[in-house]
């Protein structure tokens, strides 16, 4: 299990390498292209509905071709997607590119999920979703260093192409690892019971105030990132690549912040861990706000990334807890699929508000989500607690 468990950890490093770059850079990108401002939250929206899809279909895919197969097809999908980013010459072809970029990621992030959730301890999901921060910080850091080189942005998409390219090759050599007795239980396992529909899962009890705290926590962390490098450079005065660094912090906040969490996560509930996050987004979406020093008010970027760590990967690991191992698979892809609606709608709204009125709204746009997210999680779980005294 330790093995393949390394192998889930590369995959998710190579799921967060994308994630965070095109916000990080779209300030140069759009002046290159001539493209408007609110056009990357069109692109983004594009990517995430290809990851809504994929993961609606999760389980059929792994079902018929397999966790291994699914696997490398997803990241060389992702691979060729940046290799095509790094030629674009025209802002049409972000949307082009944007589909297998999305596609390639949806289906095994649920896949994936599920089977950590069922088979692994709290700690465990935290650490991989780290894995995702090391990607997602890794991202914004390497276009940065190529930001001011000949070949600029594109160099970047370039290099971070060929990392993932070069983890498609280590997938592919340890594909024999993906047939082993671990593996062959698990898909026993779904042998051997009926397996829970889409629409099975969203009529059960609860399932859709789960499926609101995806939604308005995928919110609140892509808006993040997508957004915070314009905000700074727009509302605060700062310079593009410095700006690109800030947003690789609030990455690098997320990746410690699951660091820690997943040792919390020994001694706290996921409930709790859930809570405490929301409470110090809140916190870090308030340092915004405030008239502070651009430095001290940047700040709130790892202060948000620090919040919104704990809460994705306890979120999903309580899945089986809440619902039965049975339905999880359905109701993660369900899962799945509303997180990534949140990032799909959220970015582009808060995109056309901004051209609208200013960037300014950033941090009001952002408490706004995490207090839907925080009520529909708190209402979830004095229902779950309910159902299980009144057992």
Same mark, same amino acid.
């Given at each position: 299990?330790?093995?393949?468990?390394?192998?889930?950890?590369?995959?998710?490093?190579?799921?967060?390498?994308?994630?965070?770059?095109?916000?990080?850079?779209?300030?140069?990108? /759009?002046?290159?292209?001539?493209?408007?401002?609110?056009?990357?939250?069109?692109?983004? #929206?594009?990517?995430?509905?290809?990851?809504?899809?994929?993961?609606?279909?999760?389980? /059929?895919?792994?079902?018929?071709?397999?966790?291994?197969?699914?696997?490398?097809?997803?990241?060389?999908?992702?691979?060729?997607?940046?290799?095509?980013?790094?030629?674009?010459?025209?802002?049409?072809?972000?949307?082009?590119?944007?589909?297998?970029? !999305?596609?390639?990621?949806?289906?095994?992030?649920? %896949?994936?999920?599920?089977?950590?959730?069922?088979?692994?301890?709290?700690?465990? #999901?935290?650490?991989?979703? @780290?894995?995702?921060?090391?990607?997602?910080?890794?991202?914004?850091?390497?276009?940065? %260093?190529?930001?001011?080189?000949?070949?600029?942005?594109?160099?970047?998409?370039?290099?971070?192409?060929?990392?993932?390219?070069?983890?498609?090759?280590?997938?592919?050599?340890?594909?024999?690892?993906?047939?082993?007795? *671990?593996?062959?239980?698990?898909?026993?396992?779904?042998?051997?019971?009926?397996?829970?529909?889409?629409? *099975?899962?969203?009529?059960?009890?609860?399932?859709?105030?789960?499926?609101?705290?995806?939604?308005?926590?995928?919110?609140?962390?892509?808006?993040?990132?997508?957004?915070?490098?314009?905000?700074?450079? !727009?509302?605060?005065? #700062?310079?593009?690549?410095?700006?690109?660094?800030?947003? %690789?912090?609030?990455?690098?906040?997320?990746?410690?912040?699951?660091? =820690?969490?997943?040792?919390?996560?020994?001694?706290?509930?996921?409930?709790?861990?859930?809570?405490?996050?929301?409470?110090? @987004?809140?916190?870090?979406?308030?340092? =915004?706000?405030?008239?502070?020093?651009?430095?001290?008010?940047?700040?709130?970027?790892?202060?948000?990334?620090?919040?919104?760590?704990?809460?994705?990967?306890?979120?999903?690991?309580?899945?089986?807890?809440?619902?039965?191992?049975?339905?999880?698979?359905?109701?993660?892809?369900?899962?799945?699929?509303?997180?990534?609606?949140?990032?799909?709608?959220?970015?582009?709204?808060?995109?056309?508000?901004?051209?609208?009125?200013?960037?300014?709204?950033?941090?009001?746009?952002?408490?706004?989500?995490?207090?839907? #997210?925080?009520?529909?999680?708190?209402?979830?779980?004095?229902?779950?607690?309910?159902?299980?005294?009144? *057992?």
């Amino acid at each position: 299990m330790t093995t393949l468990l390394v192998i889930i950890y590369i995959a998710f490093i190579s799921l967060g390498l994308p994630d965070s770059v095109l916000g990080s850079v779209w300030p140069v990108i /759009r002046l290159d292209l001539s493209a408007a401002l609110g056009l990357v939250g069109y692109v983004a #929206m594009t990517i995430s509905a290809g990851t809504v899809i994929s993961s609606l279909l999760s389980n /059929r895919l792994v079902s018929r071709f397999g966790t291994a197969k699914v696997t490398v097809t997803s990241v060389a999908m992702t691979a060729i997607a940046l290799l095509g980013y790094s030629f674009v010459g025209h802002a049409a072809f972000l949307f082009l590119l944007a589909i297998p970029l !999305g596609l390639g990621a949806g289906s095994i992030d649920a %896949a994936l999920n599920n089977f950590v959730a069922l088979h692994y301890k709290s700690m465990h #999901m935290n650490w991989l979703h @780290c894995f995702w921060g090391v990607g997602a910080t890794a991202g914004p850091l390497i276009m940065s %260093a190529f930001l001011l080189q000949a070949g600029g942005w594109r160099t970047g998409y370039l290099v971070i192409a060929a990392l993932q390219f070069a983890l498609v090759v280590v997938l592919l050599a340890s594909m024999k690892l993906w047939d082993g007795k *671990e593996l062959r239980s698990s898909k026993g396992t779904q042998r051997d019971s009926k397996v829970t529909t889409n629409r *099975e899962a969203f009529g059960l009890p609860n399932v859709k105030l789960a499926l609101i705290s995806f939604v308005f926590f995928s919110v609140t962390e892509t808006t993040t990132g997508l957004w915070s490098s314009s905000y700074l450079v !727009g509302v605060k005065g #700062m310079a593009a690549t410095t700006a690109a660094r800030w947003t %690789a912090s609030f990455y690098a906040g997320i990746t410690l912040g699951r660091l =820690l969490s997943g040792f919390l996560s020994i001694k706290m509930k996921n409930s709790v861990l859930i809570r405490l996050g929301q409470l110090v @987004c809140v916190f870090g979406a308030v340092l =915004l706000i405030l008239p502070l020093p651009v430095t001290v008010s940047a700040l709130g970027l790892i202060v948000i990334g620090l919040g919104t760590a704990p809460i994705f990967p306890a979120m999903l690991h309580e899945t089986p807890n809440r619902f039965g191992s049975r339905a999880s698979g359905a109701i993660m892809g369900l899962q799945m699929a509303l997180a990534y609606s949140g990032g799909t709608f959220g970015s582009p709204l808060f995109g056309a508000l901004a051209s609208a009125t200013s960037l300014k709204l950033l941090p009001f746009f952002l408490l706004a989500a995490i207090s839907i #997210m925080f009520i529909a999680s708190e209402l979830l779980n004095k229902r779950i607690t309910g159902r299980e005294r009144s *057992e």
